[in-house]
């Protein structure tokens, strides 16, 4: 059977981070913050984090060696209630919206470079291509994954290249500290700016639920996760350098399409309909990854509970084709009916909750002695998790005290998901007693 190798692996992390929250958050954070340091600084450390959570996971995965990234953690390590929530969050709120939200701007950039495409047919077009792309075999899968994230990878260093060699410089930003940035790096509005590049990040995980169909796990995964996140930034830090220096801030400040601003007061004429073509071609591969990946948690559910037991079932190829469809119908029903947004405005903080659980988990393997012989062990351990649960729930408790609707909205998803589980667990406890 053909298994998911370490590039396919490292394309699905890259993919699933560079998505819209680079192209989209450099507006907002310019409402609060000017200094071109502290924002530089943004990008670092929320690189920093996911760099730390990935550590983290790359031992839990190696060592919990199965697919669905956080249900599995959280069923070995806590209880199978934490890891249904887990599971249940990531099918409804993780990956179906994204998928759409991801989606949707693809074809918001298609129709800016093609007017007559209806945005809602090019957005729904694009995840029914994938999703039946996705069902074939693996090879199929992995090939097209590993050719759109080549693709934008390529893209986005061109875009920066030409910007630097051919583009006009409107502005001499000062990258250096300067009086104030300190203050600026503790204050509430680095927190706020952090909430969207967290968001950015969200995706280093993605390789976790594909373990255990990866060549190798043990040895792969830690590889997989720590130079995808890397991978990505370094891209970030060079897209962020490159959209400050390339247009003035006053017309980046509030402002969504970051990169067609860019484009246009670099390079003028039409290069912001050139960009708006080559952003939709970054989008395929966004949708693509979490289209590959987000189906192995309902297919890890569908295993453990009877009453989903349709979603484990596999074609000859070991493809989880019904999860993967389900998944695609989800995303498809949020482009059609437009009610994701409210879902996307506190999905970074379930999420986060999500990933705070998890990268905990760490301790509590250690703690009950589950760790593999000669498996990864967390580098700089445990500062590595220490910094990224700091940092997480610094943020969390920003968004709950300056957000409670989405905090308490979000919260409501979790004990949803915890009804669903015990009314899921008690059906599945009376069929087994026939």
Not at 163 to 184: E, H, R, T
Not at 309 to 338: R, T, Y
Not at 422 to 429: E, G, Q, R, W
């Amino acid at each position: 059977m053909h298994s998911f190798s370490k590039t396919t692996g490292i394309s699905v992390v890259v993919a699933n981070m560079v998505g819209t929250g680079v192209f989209t958050s450099l507006g907002f954070q310019l409402l609060n913050i000017q200094s071109p340091f502290v924002l530089m600084m943004l990008w670092l450390v929320g690189g920093l984090t996911a760099l730390c959570g990935a550590l983290t996971y790359a031992e839990l995965g190696a060592n919990l060696p199965r697919s669905g990234g956080e249900y599995n953690f959280l069923t070995r390590l806590y209880h199978p209630c934490a890891g249904f929530i887990s599971g249940w969050v990531s099918a409804t709120v993780g990956f179906a919206a994204p998928v759409a939200l991801a989606a949707i701007t693809f074809g918001a950039y298609l129709s800016a470079v093609f007017p007559e495409i209806s945005r809602t047919w090019a957005a729904g077009s694009l995840v029914l291509i994938l999703t039946l792309a996705h069902c074939l075999s693996r090879s199929a899968s992995s090939s097209v994954q590993q050719v759109f994230t080549a693709l934008k990878i390529l893209l986005i260093l061109l875009f920066c290249a030409i910007v630097f060699i051919w583009g006009d410089s409107p502005q001499a930003l000062n990258f250096a500290p300067q009086a104030g940035d300190q203050k600026l790096l503790f204050s509430g509005a680095f927190a706020v700016a952090l909430i969207y590049v967290n968001y950015a990040y969200t995706g280093w995980n993605a390789a976790t639920y594909l373990t255990g169909e990866m060549e190798n796990p043990q040895r792969n995964l830690p590889l997989v996760l720590i130079i995808g996140t890397a991978l990505v930034m370094m891209i970030y830090l060079l897209l962020n350098f490159t959209f400050l220096s390339a247009a003035p801030i006053a017309s980046l400040e509030g402002k969504l399409e970051i990169g067609v601003i860019v484009a246009d007061s670099a390079l003028g004429g039409g290069a912001g309909k050139v960009m708006g073509a080559v952003l939709a071609l970054l989008l395929v591969s966004t949708v693509s990854a979490m289209t590959m990946a987000g189906p192995r948690v309902l297919q890890m559910i569908g295993e453990d509970f009877k009453v989903f037991s349709k979603l484990a079932k596999c074609n000859d190829q070991g493809i989880p084709v019904l999860a993967i469809l389900f998944q695609g119908m989800l995303a498809i029903f949020f482009i059609v009916s437009a009610t994701f947004e409210s879902v996307l405005i506190f999905s970074s903080f379930v999420l986060g909750i999500n990933t705070v659980f998890s990268v905990l988990g760490v301790f509590v393997l250690r703690y009950k002695k589950l760790n593999i012989t000669g498996a990864y062990k967390t580098f700089a351990y445990p500062i590595a998790p220490l910094i990224y649960l700091g940092v997480t729930l610094w943020t969390l408790v920003y968004v709950l005290l300056a957000r409670p609707q989405e905090g308490l909205m979000g919260l409501g998803i979790i004990v949803a998901g915890a009804v669903i589980y015990y009314l899921s667990a008690d059906k599945t406890a009376q069929d087994s007693g026939r």
